[in-house]
């Protein structure tokens, strides 16, 4: 069955990066893309990225542009997420999300939390 | 970027009712809209996409319609395991957005 998993909970100081890890079983990796999508506590759901099939472009939300590097491992059927220059405002639930849909967003990752304070 | 404004924030149901939230784009967006529900420290799970069609698995309870860009998620005869979180999706253009939830409680 489809699964992704995802990296463990991460604390960081303001100002630091973190890379969560997402990986892939079940599906067609290569031809699947992956997005990531991150919710703040309490709140609404943000979209951050997307990593396109076959080793194609990722796009990014205006937001995390320059902040967000997304990475594909096929050989490992594994998708990392960068973030840097983290503030408090970061501190979410990030989720990794594959679908062969396109923008559909099919299957989801269990979700990471970050957690950031001095 | 393109707005999804959803309402109500919050609505409170009896078993057995007919509940329907809504979603509003700020431009066309055509079908280009999905449907999620999310339960509490769970991650979303996709209800229906492309507007009006059910996704795979999902009771024919929960329906979706458009009427220009304006998009509604009705769930007919609400049950006790449809307490939940319920957002929209555009994917129009970039970047997705999400309309900011619906928490759906009994």
């Known amino acids: 069955q489809v699964q992704l998993v995802q990296s463990g909970a991460e604390v960081k100081k303001p100002g630091a990066s973190v890379k969560i890890s997402c990986k892939a079983s079940?599906?067609?990796?290569?031809?699947?893309?992956i997005h990531w999508v991150r919710q703040a506590p309490g709140q609404g759901l943000e979209w951050m990225g997307i990593?396109?099939?076959?080793?194609?472009?990722?796009n990014y939300a205006p937001k995390f542009q320059g902040r967000a590097t997304v990475t594909r491992d096929t050989s490992a059927t594994t998708v990392y997420m960068q973030l840097t220059s983290l503030t408090s405002d970061d501190a979410a639930v990030y989720y990794c999300?594959?679908?062969?849909?396109?923008?559909?967003?099919?299957?989801w990752g269990q979700g990471t939390q970050v957690f950031v304070s001095s | 970027d393109i707005q999804m404004t959803q309402s109500p924030s919050s609505l409170s149901a009896s078993v057995g009712d007919r509940v329907t939230i809504t979603c509003q784009a700020s431009q066309d967006i055509s079908n280009f809209l999905n449907w999620y529900q999310q339960k509490p420290g769970k991650a979303p799970k996709l209800l229906i996409y492309d507007a009006s069609i059910l996704d795979t698995g999902i009771p024919s309870r929960f329906s979706g319609t458009r009427s220009g860009t304006h998009f509604t998620l009705t769930i007919n005869t609400l049950q006790p395991e449809d307490i939940a979180q319920y957002y929209c999706q555009q994917y129009q253009n970039f970047p997705l957005t999400f309309g900011g939830g619906t928490k759906v409680e009994i």
């Open positions: 990593s396109n099939p076959s080793g194609g472009s990722i």
């Open positions: 079940g599906f067609n990796f290569v031809t699947s893309y």
């Open positions: 999300v594959a679908t062969a849909r396109g923008y559909i967003l099919d299957y």
